[in-house]
């Protein structure tokens, strides 16, 4: 059945390592989305990308990297540049970003710096 | 500065009551509002949307009304029932940039209890 995958659930790294972060749909969705959630806070926007090949800079995208070489995958890589990495991550998928479509998300990465 | 505003972080009902769940914003380009619920360690499930366009929209126990001129918005849960206890986000989108990301309330902690 269809949906979003991400892995690894948990994800532990050491300070100034890079790490990726898989997310993976089978929705047939333009639109991918990474979102990153704090304790007590919402969902902030990281990056996104409306279709392959493109993506563009979220509100709190410093530190962040990613691609979307394949429609189905997004993605994203934590730098050591990242100040703060230690957080929830989440990713997201729509049809398309015209008109009204909500959004769906994968199960989420928790990442801890050690 | 917070566009989305949840201004309770937790709420308790008894079972079969009523849950009411209220969400402000201040971005007057919002045309497009949802509710997720979520779990902790998981991602968010959608639930309820609605558009700028309407007041009102009503999925089985979950409804959703929307007063553009206060900029609020609100979900009503009737009967609460025990499984509805997680966390709620408010989200709205806009049509700027066309990303149609969510921006999201900082959530309100539902409690019913049996």
């Known amino acids: 059945d269809g949906g979003i995958t991400q892995s690894p659930k948990y994800l532990f790294r050491k300070e100034g390592q890079n790490v990726t972060l898989s997310c993976e749909q089978n929705?047939?969705?333009?639109?991918m989305y990474w979102y990153r959630q704090d304790p007590g806070q919402g969902l902030r926007l990281i990056y996104y990308s409306q279709i392959v090949n493109d993506f563009q800079k979220g509100d709190i995208a410093e530190g962040y990297s990613v691609s979307r070489e394949k429609k189905e995958s997004f993605p994203l890589t934590v730098t050591s540049a990242q100040k703060n990495p230690t957080a929830f991550y989440l990713c997201?998928?729509?049809?398309?970003?015209?008109?009204?479509?909500?959004?769906?998300f994968g199960p989420g990465t928790r990442l801890t710096v050690l | 500065d917070q566009q989305v505003k949840q201004n309770s972080p937790s709420l308790s009902v008894q079972e079969g009551r009523i849950s009411i769940l209220n969400c402000d914003y201040t971005?007057?380009?919002?045309?497009?509002f949802l509710w997720y619920k979520k779990y902790p360690a998981e991602g968010p499930t959608f639930l309820i949307s609605i558009s700028s366009i309407k007041d009102k929209n009503e999925d089985g126990r979950f409804t959703v009304f929307l007063n553009k001129s206060a900029k609020h918005l609100s979900l009503h849960i009737v009967p609460s029932q025990p499984g509805d206890s997680a966390v709620y986000f408010c989200a709205a989108s806009a049509p700027d940039t066309g990303r149609r990301a969510l921006t999201f309330g900082s959530g309100t902690r539902l409690q019913v209890q049996p």
């Open positions: 929705l047939n969705h333009d639109a």
């Open positions: 997201a998928s729509t049809p398309g970003t015209s008109g009204y479509n909500e959004q769906f």
């Open positions: 971005n007057s380009m919002f045309d497009y």
